[in-house]
């Protein structure tokens, strides 16, 4: 038998085909009784609305993106689980209790499923300034939001990660464990969480009388550039005792680095970094980190999308992160 067309399912409810796909739409109001019949007819018949169709009427395609342009060495980590896919993760189960599918998208404009695929709306994680992920979706009028905000752009509805005062939080708990002369090691990025940080360090050595040592450093190299890094200024500078590291794959870098001068951890250097991922849990020893509250941060992510899809933006405030203190950093 051929498969029923939204005609036949008309003729079979004796109403009109309008009616049958406003019923299935929810675009216009139909009586809550004939949607009923329709939709049991469909069922009887064997009659599906075509996805493409409703998309079309719609103006939905039921499916949201999360997008971000940070290089892979920061992004994943150990088993390539990371900050980017624990977000991914959450914001994928947020997605599919509403009836949505999520999708992970590459981070380079020019890639073909941007051209090929269509998005309801775009979730981007720790956009950089003038980001070109950004620009591509701005430029097609599709509905963005963004963990952590945009450096310069506070008309895009974001979930604020609070990263300044994560900083702030890490670097407070080095000087309570007595260190004096603490290194930074962040981004290089123009994206907020590394902005934050530069300038928290920065208040923090003026605050506290400590010669400012901060390296901002590239995060396509990742661990390496870290490694490098703070093997050269651990020699330059014994004095060093503690280091606050904005990106965990720079975190693993100082320990390789601080294990190879035979500096002991944390005995001679105590070290702390932001994401409590499997790099901090991992490590050896286990590096004080900050649970930033990612999961409860995808899902605010997903509702914030959803509000500006439906013309309603704001902004949201992460919960306060905590600390979680590891052998890294205490005796």
Known sequence: MAKPTISDLAKAAGVSVTTVSHAFSGRRHVDPETRKRIQSLAEQIGYHPSSA????????????????SM??????????????????????????????ALCLIPPHPSAKSYVSAGFDGVILVEPMRDDPVLAHFEQRQTPIVSIGTVPDRPDIPAVDLRSRDTASLLLTHLEEQRCRNVMALVGASQRTSQIES???????????????????????????????ATLAALRDDPRIDGIFAAVDAFASGAVRAAQELGRRIPEDLRLVTRYDGLRAKLSRPPITAVDLHLPDIAERAV??????IDGKPRMIEAAMPELVPRRSSTL
Request: no cysteine.
């Open 198 to 228: 530069r300038a928290a360090y920065g208040a923090f050595a003026q605050t506290h009388g400590h010669a400012p040592r901060l390296l901002a450093l590239d995060e396509e190299e990742g661990e390496e550039i870290a490694y490098r």
């Open 303 to 308: 509702e914030l999308l959803l509000d500006r």
């Open 71 to 100: 290089p892979f060495a920061v992004a994943a980590g150990p088993s390539r689980l990371g900050f980017l896919m624990e977000i991914a993760a959450s914001a994928a189960m947020s997605a599919l209790t509403r009836n949505l």
């Open 53 to 68: 169709a409703v998309a079309l009427r719609s103006g939905r395609t039921g499916t949201i993106a999360l997008a971000s």
